[in-house]
């Protein structure tokens, strides 16, 4: 069973920068796809970004696509979101997820059903 860490939200100005980290542990952390959800109030899950056990494939929303880059480093148990030029429409919870996958398995899940474990969330408030 894997435990997932948020850490890095705050709050910033529009334009500046953030790193969010997932860390993991009790888990073979590349064994895992790594997804990245935000949430604002009142409103469903929205897919962010979502990288391969491996690393080598990635995806991204529209919304975030040239501004948000997902990296991940299973030395250290840890996926990563770097979130450049933040918009206020990105202010959310930022939550990562990890889905057990077979190593062949590099399709792209974007629907929050299809990640096993999840956790706390970050808090990201971006004012103007």
């Known amino acids: 069973q894997v435990q997932l860490v948020e850490s890095g939200g705050g709050l910033v100005q529009a334009g500046d920068s953030l790193r969010l980290a997932c860390a993991a542990s009790g888990g073979t952390f590349s064994r895992f796809g790594v997804g990245w959800f935000r949430q604002e109030p009142g409103k469903e899950r929205e897919f962010v970004s979502w990288?391969?056990?491996?690393?080598?494939?990635?995806q991204y929303a529209d919304s975030v696509k040239g501004r948000f880059t997902i990296s991940r480093d299973n030395a250290k148990k840890t996926a990563y979101l770097q979130m450049n030029n933040l918009k206020v429409v990105d202010t959310a919870v930022y939550y990562c997820?990890?889905?057990?996958?077979?190593?062949?398995?590099?399709?792209?899940?974007?629907?929050?059903?299809?990640?096993?474990?999840w956790g706390q969330g970050t808090q990201v408030t971006v004012s103007t």
């Open positions: 997820a990890a889905r057990s996958t077979i190593l062949t398995d590099n399709a792209a899940r974007t629907s929050w059903s299809d990640y096993h474990h």
């Open positions: 990288i391969s056990r491996s690393g080598g494939f990635t």
